[in-house]
T-cell receptor, first 115, second 112 residues
């Protein structure tokens, strides 16, 4: 079992819907990430939060809106998505990387289908 | 630009044999390298990492080798088991950076 929990596991939404993906970790990690993974491709970085502040936005369209309410929670709000946004959305966490490196701990993802 | 790639997209091995998965990277500034395993329906799982001041690191049944001269990384799995069947990603990063760049991935098939 992963120590990063993502809900829901599966989500089907229409292009006019608003939905949210949720992620939770209790490892005390202060960096949290959203990745997008298309079938048979590697994960691609979307956002990074460090100490609950947005640190990196990899030029992600505004229809994806991240939120970090506290050090354990990370949300991704979805609005007016396109069918090409269908993918596996992965949440990850790591120790603060200032001055050193640490591996990412991934959840099992939310499989999103946009119809 | 930055690129982390793999020589072979698929690898098929007999159960009990050793597996070697290779990876090439092009960013000489990278100083931290990681291998992840991703099983079907799951997120990537950390296997082993290595820093650029080392050329070999061993874990339980796994060994990572780093050759900075030719920018090459490999993952060796000893006595491969059916449970090792998965997609393996190499990844690279730099000290202080939140960015991790993943290679294309290699699918490992273990034949019983």
């Amino acid at each position: 079992d992963t120590e990063v929990t993502q809900t829901p596991k599966h989500l089907v939404m229409g292009m006019t819907n608003k939905k949210s993906l949720k992620c939770e970790q209790h490892m005390g990690h202060r960096a949290m990430y959203w990745y997008k993974q298309k079938a048979k491709k590697p994960p691609e970085l979307m956002f990074v939060y460090s100490y609950e502040k947005l640190s990196i936005n990899e030029s992600v369209p505004s229809r994806f809106s991240p939120e970090c309410p506290n050090s354990s929670l990370l949300n991704l709000h979805l609005h007016a998505l396109q069918p090409e946004d269908s993918a596996l959305y992965l949440c990850a966490s790591s120790q603060d990387r200032t001055g050193f490196n640490s591996p990412l701990h991934f959840g099992n993802g939310t499989r999103l289908t946009v119809t | 630009g930055e690129n982390v790639g793999l020589h072979l997209p698929t690898l098929s091995v007999q159960e009990g044999d050793n597996s070697i998965i290779n990876c090439a990277y092009s960013n000489s500034a990278s100083d931290y390298f990681i291998w992840y395993k991703q099983e079907s329906g799951k997120g990537p799982q950390f296997i082993i990492d290595i820093r650029s001041n080392m050329d070999k690191r061993q874990g339980q049944r796994v060994t990572v080798l780093l050759n900075k001269t030719v920018k090459h990384l490999s993952l060796q799995i000893a006595a491969t088991q059916p449970g090792d069947s998965a997609v393996y990603f190499c990844a690279e990063s730099r000290i202080g950076s939140f960015k991790t760049i993943f290679g294309a991935g290699t699918r490992l098939f273990v034949k019983a």
